[in-house]
């Protein structure tokens, strides 16, 4: 079971989280007393005299900064141990409703232009985006809206080719739950998600790539310290005074006051960039190491392998952060300006890396995004017992067949399986309040787009060609505007018979139609607007508490069938079963419901 591998992976993420503590605590005491053993060596070696003493004391002082580099290395891997704890709770939470209250909503993402955002719960609290994400960085929350939205609003056959190669990729990741979790834990550190800045990087790799000085002045950076270095060399063996050194040693720093306005547009934005960089790095290096098989992954990864591979620039590139720190230690700095043109040969060095890697700073921040987009694709296969990759058929004729589909949001325990197969016609749904129509077409809009993602869906089996998704289940009035509910009703479904011209496949979901007006006019509206959404190419659900727009199963040029869901009383106890029938609902619960509220 799902939920049993996850236990039993929090229980050993528990238990390394406990052990590098432990190994924190020898650590720490080992440091005291090391430290305390150096002191007193030293004090004996100066009072004594005794160069044994004076040697104990170099030793225990080496065993004192080799603790402190271990003790730092375990404290970064307990960290990394409670992240990864964290991580594999986020899978057990999604086995529950306790999801909800972490991670990225996506509420960003929501825009008037693609309405399916909003109606289908793809964005915004509670909704797909925060079920599936495990994206801790700005490019792979891009990615992975990027990825929930414009597959369907295409649906051309380009959208499933592309949608096929993603299905392989995340398969493979499926395969990879030990690099999916590391992945996951080094992308959501507390410090990661703090100092990640797409600006950062953004300012770094747009930031001056040009020398500000003539190609002929760089021999004197070197010629300089050289001159310098000599000159001290010789005072300090009494071959000359300290004259010729001071005065080079003045210059070097004139040069370096001089070169100021040059310098710092050139070393400044990576004061920022350094503290994004150390948490790419490691993701970087993950993903170049991984024998990907997947055509997808390892287009990704092509770019990260290329000219030495990526975690060796990287490597490159901390070290002359590293040089430009030093701007931050006054004293040091101000001999290495003065002695060795420091800042001169950071911004060399800077220079030199930009003409070989900035141009692949870009496809490397891609991969990190990609590769956090398809492990969150991939959440309902570590979650779910069940789950499908549906078959994306190639066909010119709509269709949508689904087995056992469950909406992806509900808790597994309590959700209740429907299957069904649209093709081109009109499906009526009816059904009383709170019998499930509105989920029911929530769940086939998250199934197409899931599918069109590359991820799996919450069904048995499935198969869907490509579908232009159109919605309209969430509709609000816009005072500024002067929109009414109805009319903003009306521009939906009217973009929906504007597309439809173009004869090119769609799925239309509608929930209670026309719901802003009065039931004469509404019914008359329906029917008008249902006959124009019946044709070859369209698939349109619409559910509603209009028995009226049943009789379309009888109109000769109207191809439409009718479902419903029905519900049961167990004394005044009213109940569901959620469960899809072929057929006109024959019941309705709206004065029973009114009763119970004390209403009527």
Known sequence: ??????????????????RREKMLARYGLGRVLSFL????????????????LAAAALVLLAVFILLVHRSLRAREEKTLAASRRIVIEGFLSRLDASWQKHGPTGEA??????????????FGPGSLYQYLSLTHTPWGREALSRLLTEPGQSGGPEVLAAARTRQEAVRELLAKKDFVLEFAARSRLPEAEKNLSAQNLEEFRTSAAAAPWPAALVPLFWLAPAVTLAALVLALVGLT??????????LQFLARLAGGKALGPLLGPLAAFRRSLRHIAPLLALIEREPFTSDYLRRLREPLTAKGGAARAIAALAAVEDMAAWRFQP??????????????HAACRLLAWKARHAADLTPWLTAVGETEALMSLATIGFTRDTYCFPD???TAEPLLQLEELVHPLLDPAAAVANSLTLAAGVC??????MSGKTTFLRSIGLALVLAYAGGPVCARAGAVSGLRLFSSLRVWDDV??????????????RAMVAYSAEKAPMLALIDEIYKGTNTADRVVGAEATLKKMSAPWIICVVATHDFELCELENDEGVKARNCHFAEHYAGDELRFDYKLRPGRCQTTNARHILRMAGLL
Do not use: H
């Open 1 to 18: 079971m799902v939920k049993d591998e996850f236990l039993a992976e929090r229980e050993a993420a528990l238990s390394e989280e406990k």
């Open 37 to 52: 053993a150096a002191a007193v060596a030293a004090a004996g070696a100066l009072s004594e005299r005794s160069a044994l």
């Open 109 to 122: 993402f929501l825009t008037d232009e693609f309405p399916p955002g909003r109606d289908l719960d793809i």
């Open 241 to 250: 005074s300290f004259l010729p050194f001071a005065v080079c040693f003045l």
């Open 331 to 344: 004293i040091a700095y101000f001999f290495a300006t003065g002695i060795l043109m420091w800042d001169f």
């Open 392 to 394: 994306l058929l190639p």
């Open 428 to 433: 009526v749904l009816t059904g009383s309040n």
């Open 480 to 493: 500024n505007l002067g929109v009414s509910t109805f009319y903003a009703e009306i521009l939906r479904i």
